[in-house]
């Protein structure tokens, strides 16, 4: 099983960006987290961050084939792109949101989520665990 990690804009900066709304953890941190944990659950993954929205929309086509899930945080694009969510329509591989902070105690832009209505499930509010979560319902849901 391949599974395909997602960060997107400005996710990079985590660690420095906002430590008490995202946590004091860096991306790197939450990718050593992540290997560690594909290591324990058995599966590969491939994990990208970019601020650009079509550069997501194109990491996404290129998994038809390759991967069997994908895990996606897209910052931002979240609340606004209609792109990204179209393209995991389109590759109509499943997919998990995770978001480090809880959207829904945020402002109310934040509680709409274009993916959220193609993913089977968000996972919110838990800082890097959120990912770790996501991870384990994602492979779960992949091997039943
Ligand atoms: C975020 C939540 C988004 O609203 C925000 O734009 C981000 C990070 C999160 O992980 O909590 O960039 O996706």
């Known amino acids: 099983t391949s599974i395909l990690v997602l960060h997107g804009p400005n996710l990079n900066l985590l660690?420095?960006?906002?430590?008490?709304?995202?946590?004091?953890?860096?991306?790197?941190?939450?990718?050593?987290?992540?290997?560690?944990?594909?290591?324990?659950?058995?599966?590969?993954?491939?994990?990208?961050q970019s601020n650009y929205e079509g550069t997501i929309v194109e990491l996404i086509h290129q998994s038809l084939g390759k991967h069997q899930g994908i895990l996606i945080n897209a910052g931002a694009y979240t609340h606004s792109s209609l792109a990204i969510a179209d393209s995991l329509l389109a590759v109509e591989i499943p997919a998990i949101e995770v978001h480090l902070s809880n959207i829904y105690k945020r402002e109310n832009i934040r509680h709409c989520s274009h993916i959220a209505p193609i993913a089977i499930g968000q996972i919110v509010g838990f800082g890097a665990n959120s990912y770790l979560l996501g991870l384990n319902a994602l492979c779960d849901h992949i091997s039943q």
């Not at 420095?16 to 594909?38: F, H, M, Q, W």
Request: proline share 3%; net charge positive; charged share 25%.
């Open 15 to 48: 660690g420095k960006r906002e430590p008490k709304v995202y946590g004091s953890t860096s991306l790197k941190e939450i990718n050593t987290l992540l290997n560690k944990r594909a290591l324990s659950l058995g599966v590969k993954i491939s994990i990208f």
